[in-house]
């Protein structure tokens, strides 16, 4: 079946620190991969996604590569900011059915 | 332009009465869903709609009642909700993006049931 796997939060960094968030899927096939942002109050954004092996996604300063020989997805940025404080999700698709599956979201709190 | 709208953006009712969400898109998607999100919970599939028809229906009481009207309108009908149907309630839609199926969402219904 198709799952994802986030790592477990509250994340706390402060600004400008390096972010790293895991994430890893289990999927038949070859899924498409997204990082969706959700905001206090409001719905998800997406953030970046990537369709196949070895595709970088890129937004805002953030990156993910999709690695399939180790089923990852890790989301990443360089240099974070307060208003980047939010709750990050990780999904996947590959079903005809349009079905998206998320994992548990990691909130990240960035501290002046 | 990838919007889906929703209103109302709030809601309050009680548990004797019946109310409506919408959403809208007009980005051609033929794939619309509702989601129900607890607080620090990721969101939870309720229905999905493809072509306008319903296809997947997560054994959601019958309480919660979904509409497609046409390509680009969701109701979600509610009548006798519980006080834990409280939630954020999200729509969204997908199509194809640059080569892959991608979810829009709308910015929710904040849903208090008293």
């Known amino acids: 079946g198709n799952s994802v796997t986030q790592m477990e939060g509250p994340v706390t960094l402060s600004e400008e620190a390096f972010l790293t968030i895991n994430c890893t899927y289990t999927?038949?096939?070859?899924?498409?991969l997204f990082w969706y942002v959700q905001y206090p109050g409001e719905g998800l954004q997406l953030l970046l996604k990537a369709t196949k092996a070895d595709d970088k996604g890129s937004n805002k300063g953030f990156e993910a590569t999709y690695r399939k020989e180790t089923t990852s997805f890790h989301l990443e940025k360089g240099s974070v900011q307060v208003s980047d404080s939010a709750v990050y999700f990780c999904a996947l698709t590959n079903d005809p059915g349009n079905q998206f599956y998320f994992g548990t979201g990691t909130s990240l709190t960035v501290i002046p | 332009d990838t919007e889906v709208t929703q209103t109302p953006k709030h809601l309050v009712m009680g548990m004797t009465n019946k109310k409506s969400l919408k959403c809208e898109q007009h980005?051609?998607?033929?794939?619309m869903y509702w989601y129900k999100q607890k607080a620090k919970k990721p969101p939870e599939l309720m229905f999905v709609?493809?072509?306008?028809?319903?296809?997947i229906n997560e054994s959601v009481p019958s309480r919660f009642s979904p509409e497609c009207p046409n390509s680009s309108l969701l109701n979600l009908h509610l009548h006798a909700l519980q006080p834990e149907d409280s939630a954020l309630y999200l729509c969204?839609?997908?199509?194809?993006?640059?080569?892959?199926?991608?979810?829009?969402f709308g910015p929710g219904t904040r849903l208090t049931v008293l």
């Open positions: 999927a038949t096939g070859y899924p498409s």
């Open positions: 980005m051609g998607h033929r794939a």
């Open positions: 969204a839609s997908s199509g194809r993006d640059r080569g892959t199926d991608t979810q829009y």
């Open positions: 709609y493809s072509y306008e028809k319903l296809s």
